[in-house]
C-alpha cells in the first residue's frame, strides 16, 4: 500500500510540452464509489488495476498491481463503466519535482490537469509559471467522476 | 483470464465433512454490481483480488490476482463494504471430481452451499449423498448478495 498525496492545478498554457516525456493512458472503472474506487489502466504495454480509498485532505490510500495488459484490455472493453478515460498523459520535472499532466481526449477533450506527488502535506514547492488555479478539493476534476460526467458536458 | 463454468447445490447433510480439508476464508467486495464485481480475499495466508464479469448460463469471466496479504487485510477492515463474508471452505474429492463446501459464518450462518467448477458446461458429474437442490441461478446465494441480504435477513 501507498499513501497518495497528491495536489491538483489546471494549466494556463502549453509551455509544459516542451521536455515533457508523453504516453497514452486508457483507463476505466469497476467501482466509482468515493473510498473503494477501483480503476483498470493500460500504458506503454502495461496492465494495473489500482484501489483507491477515502481522502483525507491532500492523503488517500492507495494500492496498485501490475496485471497482463491483455487482461486490462478486456476489462477495459467488456467490463469497465462507459465512456472510458484516454489522455495524453506527459511528465516533466521542474524545479526538482516531477509533475505529471494529464492531456483528455475524447468526451473530455479541451481539459488539461497538472498533479504533483508530494512526501509530506506540508511539502512546499515551487510553482511552474504554466500552473492555474489548484483544483485538489473540485471533485468534479476527479478521473472517477469525469466517467458520469465527462468534461464537454461541463 | 479464466473461464469458471460453476454449478451450486445446497448441501442436506454434514457428511462432506468427512475426508474435507478446510480453510477459513474472509472477503469483502469494492463492488457489487453484477457483471463487475470486485471481491477482496483471504485464505491460508494468501490475498487476493477477483474480479467477476456477467454470468451467460454456468459460465462467467473471472480474473484473478495474488497480492500480499496485509494489504488485503487492510482493503477488508478499511475499504470493502460491511458485513464482510466469514466461512469455513471444505475441499472434497468425490468420484473423480473436486467440490467446495462453504459453511458460512457470522450473518449468514445456518447456509451451507457445494460448488462444483466444470471444464464444459454440458460436463457430466456424480452427484455426492449429501447433495441438496440446486441454485446455480439463484442470485440470492452469490457470495456478492449475501453482503446486502445476509441469509439471517431471508
Redesign the interface.
Known amino acids: ?1 501507498a499513501t497518495e498525496i497528491e495536489r491538483k492545478f489546471l494549466v494556463s498554457s502549453e509551455d509544459y510540452k516542451k521536455d515533457a516525456r508523453a504516453f497514452v493512458f486508457k483507463q476505466g472503472y ?2 466509482v ?1 468515493t ?2 474506487t ?1 480503476r483498470i489502466r493500460t500504458y506503454d504495454d502495461k496492465g494495473v ?1 489500482t ?1 483507491k ?1 477515502k481522502r483525507h485532505s491532500y492523503t488517500r ?1 492507495e ?1 496498485e ?1 501490475e ?1 497482463p495488459v491483455e ?1 486490462a484490455d ?2 477495459l472493453e ?4 462507459k465512456p472510458l478515460i484516454e489522455k495524453i498523459r506527459h511528465f516533466v520535472v521542474y524545479a526538482g519535482n516531477e509533475w505529471v499532466i494529464d492531456e483528455f481526449l475524447g468526451v473530455n477533450k479541451g481539459l488539461v490537469v497538472a498533479e504533483i506527488e508530494l512526501k509530506s502535506e506540508d511539502q512546499s514547492f515551487e510553482k511552474p509559471h504554466w500552473l492555474g488555479e489548484e483544483v485538489t478539493f473540485d471533485n468534479r476534476y476527479g478521473n472517477s467522476h469525469l466517467v458520469s460526467k465527462p468534461y464537454s458536458q461541463w
Chains 1, 2 share one sequence.
Open positions: 500500500m469497476l467501482s464509489t473510498g473503494r477501483v488495476i484501489i480509498g490510500d494500492f498491481y496485471i487482461e478486456i476489462m467488456n467490463l469497465c463503466i
